[in-house]
Structure formats: structure tokens, C-alpha cells
């Protein structure tokens, strides 16, 4: 996927958004970048022209998280 693209624009909302909620499964502040409003133009774009966009990033986001929260180790055990 080429940078600038609406594909490009997609996954780094599906990235963002599963950033935020791993931090916030975790615990761990969640800073924002300095090209975040940059970013929010782009996927601001994408939910424009197709509606069903955040339901597709949302479905993907859940996925990513689900996967990177089974990697960790369950309470009380340690890596």
C-alpha cells in the first residue's frame, strides 16, 4: 500500500485505533505523535467517501488487538 493512499490512510487508522486500545487494556499512556493531525486529515478523507469505512477498521482494529493481547502472558504468570 502506497503512502498517501486511502489503503495507506486505513491502516494507520487501524493501527492508531488498536494502539489506543491496547494502552488502555494495559494501562500504559498512550502519547500522540506530532503528525497526528496530519493523520487525521487523511482518515477524515477516508470516512468521507465511504461510510462503512470505520466499520471495517473497527473490525480489523478488534482483530489486531485480540491478537496482540493473546501474546501476553496471563496474570501471574511472567514471559
Sequence with gaps: VRFGSEG???E?????LAASF???DLG?????RDNTAGYLVSWHAVLKNDKRA????AAKTQAAAEYHSALQ???????
Excluded at 500504559?28 to 500522540?32: G, L, P, R
Excluded at 470505520?54 to 477498521?57: E, G, N, P
Excluded at 502472558?73 to 514471559?79: I, S, Y
Design 8 to 10: 495507506y490512510a486505513v
Design 12 to 16: 494507520e487508522l487501524v493501527a492508531e
Design 22 to 24: 491496547l494502552c488502555a
Design 28 to 32: 500504559v499512556a498512550h502519547d500522540q
Design 54 to 57: 470505520i466499520i471495517t477498521a
Design 73 to 79: 502472558p496471563a496474570a501471574g504468570q511472567e514471559a
